[in-house]
Nanobody, 122 residues
């Protein structure tokens, strides 16, 4: 049974930073790609960032490039999303997810966390 648990969300002013964490249990994540997705109010779930199992490949959606950084620590079975220069439009529930290779389509991911709320005030 794979479980993903996100943490680190909260309320922050525009321009601020947050670091999200995703802790995995039930399976070693080192051979899996990990992705971060978000779903804002009234919006579809969208890809934010992804990282390959070894960490050598990363992908970002255009709106977060240069502001967000995805990383992972396979020894700790965790993945992170460092979010800087946050904007009100980044407000959403953020989810981590796991699959074999990095993909941007949410439906292709096998395992999901419960999400953590990020709210950016203007």
């Amino acid at each position: 049974q794979v479980e993903l648990v996100e943490s680190g969300g909260g309320l922050v002013q525009a321009g601020g930073s947050l670091r999200l964490s995703c802790a995995a249990s039930g399976r070693t994540i080192s051979t899996y790609a990990m992705g971060w997705f978000r779903q804002g109010p009234g919006k579809e779930r969208e890809f934010v960032a992804g990282i390959s199992g070894g960490g050598g490949i990363t992908r970002y959606t255009n709106s977060v490039k240069g502001r967000f950084t995805i990383s992972r620590d396979n020894a700790k079975n965790q993945v992170y999303l460092q979010m800087n220069s946050l904007k009100p439009e980044d407000t959403a529930v953020y989810y981590c997810a796991m699959r074999r290779t990095v993909e941007t389509e949410p439906g292709s991911y096998d395992y999901w966390g419960q999400g953590t709320q990020v709210t950016v005030s203007s």
